[in-house]
């Protein structure tokens, strides 16, 4: 099974992207929908996060309360790295054993959509990266009339993130979402093709014969990691 990664910057339209897969019928892996999961009362991330921030951060119901959460550690890096440290690491295990499943059932392609793919590392266990882009004056304009913010206010957002200039040299396609609704369909047409074509018949074989599609998959990410550490700017190398 070919496991793909998309990702993109805030407001470049990964999400639609995402939608488009999704009507495709091509599976996909929602971080942010896991993020959400593993953090639900009962869950051990819930109970660690409660055990080190306190119970002021669960609502009367006994979920979390992301908006005092968010307050805590929007301006405390030393916090977001303890709070980065309890979720993410349960993320990964939900993404991780949702792509097992589908590989379990047969199935040839999972779209792994994470917005902080290359921040989080995570772009190293994939079989390809997928960038949704586009111009940074269309971004910041975007973010400013989605989220009704000020310039400051987005621009502070935009620039928490790795610009996308820079994550283009992870990725293996890089979908440009500057213009019309209908030229970034023909784009995700592309895509499509572009993955079924290169699982053909070997999702088969990896499937009958577990054995190959870890040799496979194993020698995959090695070859891509060789391959970045030799290819990516100065810059970008200290996340490799």
Known sequence: MLVVGLTGGIATGKSTVSK????????????????????????????????????????????????KLGSIIFNDPAQRRILNGIVHPAVRRALL????????????????????????????????????????????????????CSREEAMSRLNSQIPISEKVAYADEVLDNSGSMEQLEKQVDVLVGTLESE??????????????????????????????????????????
Do not use: Y
């Open 97 to 148: 054993w949702g792509i097992l499943t589908h590989w379990f059932h047969g199935e040839k392609i999972c779209i792994v959509d994470v917005p902080l793919l290359i921040e989080g590392g995570l772009w190293k266990w994939v079989g390809k990266v997928v960038l949704v882009s586009c111009s940074p004056e269309l971004q910041l304009d975007r973010l400013m009339k989605r989220d009704g």
């Open 20 to 67: 488009l897969l999704k009507a495709k019928r091509i599976l996909i892996e929602d971080a942010d929908v896991v993020a959400r999961e593993v953090v639900k009362p009962g869950t051990p991330a819930l109970a660690k996060i409660v055990k080190h921030f306190g119970p002021s951060v669960l609502l009367p119901d006994g979920s979390l309360d992301r908006k």
């Open 199 to 240: 699982v053909r018949w070997t999702w088969l074989l990896s499937w009958l014969l577990p054995p190959v599609g870890v040799l496979s998959a194993a020698w995959v990410l090695a070859w891509r990691a060789l391959k970045r550490r030799t290819s990516l700017p100065e810059t970008s190398k200290k996340l490799v």
